[in-house]
């Protein structure tokens, strides 16, 4: 069906939208990068994996990068081609799958190496091994995403390095970012270097994580480009890998609710909407972070003036999934879109079925205006999980 994207009139139950155009833009820009800056760019399904979208991405890209046997697995069966593979634990019954559907397998310390390389190579010959390694400096300010904080799980510091590496590790791979500019990418490569060059010549391949947000519009995409063509100028013999999840769906679509009531109590007037920002919206309570609702200005809590402010409220039982406050410039009415825009990544590999309560669905908006529903959920999906 045709939908007007802008204000989601018609819809009448919650659902992702995730605009073709959109995520286009972003595919063209990352694929730009990969060209000019002589790199490759891969998809990390731990922001998105919205595998029925793949045909679009195989379009520009041709790796992915996995976490799991499950993303693994999805990756090599509906992409197309093995992952680049990095957990902090592999385990004795998914290590032999795992190295079967990836072409790089990332170990987070030096014994999980010793106790599953071999492993690892008898599952896949042709299997690149690497090590994830840690450069104690990281930008992110948040602890629950900076994996680099004091008492990390993540990686191995110089000091525990031997100074000649295995025979078969042939690859480091360091994770420092979180939605972060070119600019702190340029400041970590500086402590990369000053920790870990002396080992570069022993190495074919070096990945930098994710984290890069290169689709924002306030990011430098030139500066980025020379950033990589110095590095490579200075280890020629390196592949640099990137593996952003958010870059790829940045502001590529909402999430599109409706009012089902408004109450109120001690003065503050929620209006209950028919998604959840701990099911639903989850980052939001994580980071936490107020999302940008359309035709709604964020206010602070201070700043109660004015007759259509309300609070945010979702529809499990949590006591708290609910946001901040919001100015409308109207009465907000049962069955009326509330808009959240941006909800693309992380959302839909993030989201649960706590309470019970309906999912929404997630929409294609294709190029020519049609929304094609790629996915509805019903009982069956809440009662198999628990099955």
Request: glycine content about 6%; charged content about 25%.
């Amino acid at each position: 069906m045709k939908i007007d994207i802008q204000t989601c009139r018609g819809i009448d139950r919650p659902i992702y939208i995730l605009e073709e155009n959109r995520l286009r833009n972003n595919l063209k820009l990352i694929q730009r990068v990969a060209w000019e800056a002589d790199v490759e760019i891969i998809l990390a399904f731990k922001a998105y994996a919205l595998w029925k979208t793949f045909p679009i991405f195989r379009e520009y890209i041709h790796s992915t990068t996995a976490s799991s046997l499950a993303e693994a697995r999805l990756g090599l069966e509906e992409f197309g081609s093995k992952t680049h593979t990095f957990s902090p634990a592999y385990t004795d019954y998914e290590i032999d799958e795992i190295a079967h559907c990836s072409s790089h397998l990332q170990f987070n310390s030096l014994s999980q190496y010793e106790r599953y390389h071999v492993r690892a190579k008898r599952a896949n010959a042709e299997i690149r091994l690497g090590l994830r390694i840690n450069p104690k400096y990281s930008e992110v300010e948040t602890n629950l995403y900076n994996p680099c904080a004091p008492g990390t799980r993540f990686g191995i510091t110089a000091d525990k390095l031997p100074s000649r590496l295995p025979d078969d590790v042939e690859g480091f791979h360091c994770h420092c970012h979180c939605e972060s500019g070119d600019d702190v990418f340029e400041r970590t490569l500086q402590h990369i270097e000053d920790k870990f060059a002396a080992w570069f010549p022993q190495l074919k391949w070096i990945n930098f994580g994710g984290g890069h947000l290169m689709t924002r519009a306030d990011y430098d995409v030139d500066h980025l480009i020379y950033i990589l063509k110095e590095f490579r100028a200075r280890y020629p013999w390196l592949k640099i890998i990137l593996e952003p999840g958010s870059a790829f769906a940045w502001q590529t679509g909402p999430l599109v609710s409706q009012v089902v009531d408004v109450v109120e109590d001690h003065g503050i007037r929620t209006a209950i909407l028919n998604v959840s920002f701990t099911c639903h919206m989850p980052d939001c309570l994580e980071m936490p972070y107020f999302p940008v609702v359309r035709f709604g200005k964020h206010i602070d809590v201070n700043d109660q003036s004015g007759p259509f402010i309300y609070r945010l409220g979702g529809n499990s039982c949590l006591s708290g999934d609910f946001m901040g406050y919001w100015k409308f410039d109207h009465a907000l009415e049962v069955g009326e879109p509330v808009i959240f825009e941006d909800m693309l990544h992380y959302t839909t590999v993030k989201t649960n079925t706590f309470n019970g309560i309906s999912h929404p669905a997630i929409g294609l908006l294709h190029k020519n205006g049609e929304l094609e529903v790629l996915r509805e959920y019903t009982y069956e999906d809440y009662k198999n999980r628990m099955d």
